[in-house]
């Protein structure tokens, strides 16, 4: 059965302090991998697309990487407009599309 | 300019009523989406529609039925809606459907009384 899981489903760290969110999955034909950024109120808002093993992309403070099995979404010395959840999705074919439950991000000051 | 506009954002009725959830994008895209997210906060895709042809996720019940006059917009019509509708529906459109991020409205709250 195709499905994502994220961990941990909540994280709380000071503003520095470095951290990842873990993204695991079991899907069949993977065609990439997203991760996604979602503020309260709002919808998800697209950060980074991954489409192989050992790939990696940058953006600011956060790096997301993938391998066969799972996605770490990196995050380096963190700020409180970092604060949200981040979600990530897998597409498996055509308009086969798996959601996990995100991981809720708070960063204190 | 909002790329992926929703309407409305609030959407509160009774049991048993039709309603219908409006979406347009101005990003020039061809595939558009629609989403369920429930108190667990998944998302979980219902529809896509792309260049008139319609994907039909086989969970969802046929009371929902989307209808896309054009390319720029792609509407959600709910009959006889049941308490377990109670969601957020978020309209997402991407260019292609293969491998390109999608964009995201802000989501209609539906709550059924």
């Known amino acids: 059965e195709d499905q994502v899981t994220q961990s941990p489903e909540a994280l709380r760290l000071q503003e520095g302090e470095s951290s990842s969110l873990n993204c695991s999955y079991t899907?069949?034909?993977?065609?990439?991998l997203f991760w996604y950024r979602q503020d309260p109120g709002k919808g998800p808002e697209f950060l980074f697309t991954?489409?192989?093993a050992g790939e990696e992309k940058e953006k600011e403070r956060l790096k997301a990487t993938l391998t066969k099995k799972e996605s770490f979404l990196h995050i380096t010395a963190p700020k409180p407009e970092d604060s949200a959840t981040y979600l990530c999705?897998?597409?498996?074919?055509?308009?086969?599309?798996?959601f996990g439950s995100g991981t809720k991000l708070n960063v204190k000051p | 300019d909002t790329a992926v506009s929703q309407t409305p954002k609030y959407l509160v009725t009774q049991m048993g009523n039709d309603k219908s959830i409006k979406c347009e994008q101005n990003l020039g895209h061809d595939t558009m989406y629609w989403y369920k997210q429930d108190s667990k906060k998944f998302l979980k895709i219902m529809f896509s529609y792309n260049n008139k042809e319609l994907i039909i996720n086989e969970t969802v019940p046929n009371r929902f039925s989307p209808k896309s006059p054009d390319k720029a917009h792609l509407n959600l019509h709910i009959n006889s809606l049941e308490l377990g509708d109670s969601a957020v529906y978020f309209c997402?459109?991407?260019?292609?459907?293969?491998?390109?991020?999608?964009?995201f409205g802000d989501g209609t709250r539906l709550s059924i009384l």
């Open positions: 991954l489409y192989s």
């Open positions: 999705a897998v597409q498996a074919g055509f308009n086969k599309f798996y």
């Open positions: 899907v069949s034909g993977l065609r990439g």
């Open positions: 997402a459109s991407s260019q292609g459907s293969g491998h390109q991020p999608q964009h």
